[in-house]
């Protein structure tokens, strides 16, 4: 016999997707494929947002809930839950209960509790569970956390209890952990992993003493060990990451191409205080060993500024070294309008190969929000004016300054979920041949770029990229690329066919 016992209105909230994540999929390119990271990342953004079945089954059962109220909630009320069982056995007086067989309790603020068997008091709120216990949090401001796991209390009026031994996923990450402890504002994981590798056997993960949990998407974690299968690859006293953002994994990438040969690169970040942070770049490769750099970084809202040291390279393969350098930056959207605007100055000591100087870059750039042009077909435009000088002594021509407009177009298109193309055009007045270095540089100004992805399998991406110089009307570079899914990591095949330079790219996806 099944038995309701009250129930409170639902948060529309529930239904929202997170906040958007930063770009996690990033191809290594200079003909225009990020267009495609573009694309790829869309579409994981819309499936880390889309509800569970069982979530939207949570949803649908507390609008119907909703509509059953005896009378309007009001402030301070304490907050009441519906209770279903096949044998529900309540006490009145005391407040206590009993319920058995496919047990399902639901506390309307966006909480789902089921079990074969759980106790409880209605008057404090309360509920056991001594045997296994699903656990599903769809409350609004927190993440989304489904856990399944032993021996749980929790109190649904004070939003506080406790869990032990349970497995589970927050967000998008992949949890366990020997005792979880709930709160009004996080979530404390003891003894615990992490990972957004869903295999039964992650790949990679990360484990840490103690785990917490923040409804503004920050994770904190202490004690940290970071897992490739079961070998321990590094550790760290303090971790904390922003459950929403994908930018970078923690894990090693490595790769192999014909002009270094393999290597091994690897990124670390330490948190100093409020807006700062250390970051550490680590590569290491064959045919020159080890290249290193270090950055202080500041970030407060629109405000950024970084001073970086060490080495620094581009898309070919180029490299600089920066001894030190100081960059600053503020970007803000425009109020309503579809325009974003940003300002940067970079001043430092530069060096490449033989050649150094005093390097400035000052920038002012505006961008277009993507315009949607139809079903899926999309513009993008932005512009700009820079300002490059160098004062290189041990050069010819090392003193130069160079001022002018640039501006891209690109047009972008998804045909279906498996065929996609883009076409652009690009002016920079900086270029190769009239800059002291080349590095993240074409040798020309005006370029055409065009390319296609075909996703042929549900693991198995293929791609072509194209760039055409207008300066001298040549073909200047195609480039081939075979991205193959392997379990939680993908490896990258490039094959640059003016150049013929075979690449390959291997890293853990955070998806």
């Known amino acids: 016999m099944k038995k309701f016992l009250g129930v409170v209105p639902i948060l529309a909230a529930l239904c929202l997707p997170s906040t958007t994540a ?127 796991g032993y021996k749980t209390v ?131 490769e064959s045919k020159k060993g080890v290249r290193s750099n270090a950055e202080i970084l500041y970030g407060n809202r629109e405000l950024g500024g970084c001073v970086r040291y060490g080495y620094y390279d581009d898309s070919d393969a180029r490299w600089i070294q920066k001894e030190p350098s100081l960059d600053i930056w503020y970007e803000k959207h425009i109020g309503g309008l579809p325009l974003t605007y940003r300002f940067e100055g970079e001043i430092g000591h530069w060096r490449q190969n033989a050649v150094s100087s005093t390097h400035e870059e000052y920038e002012a750039k505006l961008y277009h929000d993507p315009i949607s042009l139809g079903k899926r077909v999309y513009l993008f435009l932005s512009t700009g004016y820079k300002i490059t000088k160098d004062d290189a002594k041990n050069v010819p021509n090392g003193q130069t300054t160079i001022r002018g407009f640039n501006y891209d177009i690109l047009f972008g298109t998804e045909v279906n979920d498996r065929l996609a193309a883009y076409a652009g055009f690009s002016y920079e007045k900086v270029n190769a041949q009239n800059s002291v270095f080349d590095f993240d540089l074409d040798n020309y100004s005006k370029k055409i770029q065009a390319g296609v992805s075909y996703k042929l399998t549900d693991h198995d991406r293929f791609v072509i990229g194209t760039k055409w110089n207008s300066d001298n009307n040549r073909l200047e570079d195609v480039d081939y690329y075979w991205y193959h899914d392997l379990h939680c990591s993908q490896a990258i095949i490039r094959w640059r066919d003016k150049r013929k330079k075979l690449e390959v790219h291997w890293e853990f996806t955070p998806w």
Not at 87 to 114: N, P
Not at 134 to 142: I, S
Not at 166 to 189: C, M, N, Q, W
Not at 203 to 229: C, F, G, N, T
Request: with cysteine; aromatic share 12%; net charge negative.
């Open 154 to 284: 929790y109190n649904y009026g004070t939003k506080t209890g406790t869990m032990g031994e349970a497995s589970g996923k927050a967000g998008e990450y992949y949890l366990t952990g020997k005792r979880f402890e709930f709160y009004p504002d996080h979530i404390v994981v003891y003894d615990g992993t992490q990972t957004k590798c869903g295999a039964k056997s992650p790949d990679y993960h990360l484990s840490a003493e103690r785990m917490e949990i923040w409804p503004e998407q920050v994770m904190r974690m202490y004690k940290v060990k970071y897992w490739i299968k079961n070998k321990v690859v590094g550790t760290k006293d303090y971790e904390e990451r922003k459950m929403n953002d994908d930018s970078r994994n923690y894990f090693p990438r490595v790769g192999y191409d014909k002009d270094h040969g393999v290597y091994v690169r690897d990124n670390f970040k330490i948190p100093l205080r409020d807006h700062w942070n250390f970051l550490i770049g680590a590569y290491v």
């Open 22 to 148: 930063q770009a996690v999929y990033e191809a290594k390119s200079d003909t225009g494929t990020g267009f495609f990271d573009y694309v790829e990342n869309r579409r994981r953004e819309i499936r880390a947002n889309q509800l569970t079945d069982e979530q939207k089954k949570l949803v649908a059962d507390i609008e119907e809930a909703t509509e059953r109220l005896p009378h309007e909630q009001k402030e301070g009320d304490a907050v009441p839950a519906v209770f279903e069982g096949d044998d529900l056995v309540y006490y009145s007086g005391s407040g206590e209960f009993v319920a058995t067989g496919k047990v399902d309790i639901i506390q309307l603020e966006g909480y789902r509790f089921q079990s074969d068997a759980a106790t409880g008091n209605v008057k404090d709120q309360v509920v056991r569970v001594d045997d296994k216990a699903h656990v599903l949090q769809l409350a609004e401001g927190a993440p989304r956390v489904t856990l399944d």
